[in-house]
């Protein structure tokens, strides 16, 4: 049985920290959805300066967190709603998006929508991307997270994410600029809490739902301080 945890902070180094702390320290399904303050979010092996406008992060208190996963830079405010699947694995796993990307697509089905998984890890509406997913293991044990834009600042997304093809040059890896679309045009009348509650009650049925408990928030709050 998968088990859904429950996860209402919004502190982008804590949610990183505690998709690592739950990746490494346990061993059944886990499913999380969560959402974080305004922040910029980069893959381990981007190049921060080249992917982030880091004087305007900076100008305007923007935190810039490296995550453990591939993937490009991606805007992080209330209104982006993320998603978190991890599980253990037995033999060679091959990155395979599409399982959990048939579970998102069902549910936003559920609610009207009609995505559709474009390569290995974009979900669209009306050929616009609404969702990138990304990807990790450590040992036997595999972390899907991603992200879905419900109402987010797109107007500042696009001021803090920047491309410099002079900048890439021979560094890092570089993001792939995307058309992208808010579900919001698509659930007039909905906000993004009521969406993640929709969306909640959606993917977690059936699932054992779970709180972190004392002992796991200090080891998160732990891992927070020493790395993100």
């Known amino acids: 049985m998968t088990t859904w945890i429950d996860n209402d902070r919004t502190d982008p180094a804590w949610n990183l920290a505690a998709e690592e702390y739950l ?31 880091m004087d305007l992060a900076r100008r305007l208190g923007v ?9 490009g830079a991606v805007f992080h405010d209330l209104g982006n709603v993320n998603f978190t699947y991890m599980f253990t694995f037995t033999g060679t796993h091959q990155m395979d998006f599409a399982p959990f990307a048939g579970m998102l ?13 474009s ?3 974009d979900l669209l509406v009306d050929g616009k991307k609404i969702s990138g997913c990304a990807h990790a ?9 991603g992200t879905l834009l419900f109402s987010a600042d797109l107007t500042q997304m696009e001021g803090l994410l920047r491309y410099s093809e002079e900048k890439y040059r021979g560094r890092g890896i570089r993001s792939v600029s995307s058309r992208v679309e808010n579900l919001s045009r698509y659930l007039p009348g909905m906000d993004a809490g009521a969406f993640m509650e929709r969306l909640r009650s959606l993917l977690g049925a059936g699932c054992e739902r779970r709180r972190l408990t004392e ?3 200090a080891a998160i709050d732990r891992l927070r301080e020493a790395k993100y």
Do not use: F
Request: hydrophobic residues 35%; contains cysteine.
């Open 63 to 71: 935190p810039v967190v490296r995550r453990i996963t591939g993937g």
């Open 137 to 145: 293991c450590v040992g036997d044990r595999a972390l899907y997270h």
């Open 119 to 121: 390569g290995r890890n």
């Open 215 to 217: 002992d796991d928030i």
């Open 23 to 53: 990746l490494t320290s346990r061993r059944e399904t886990i499913a999380m959805l969560w959402r974080n303050g305004r922040s910029v979010i980069i893959g381990k092996n981007q190049d921060r300066e080249a992917e982030v406008d």
């Open 105 to 117: 697509t069902a549910a936003l089905g559920h609610m009207g929508v009609t995505a559709e998984l």
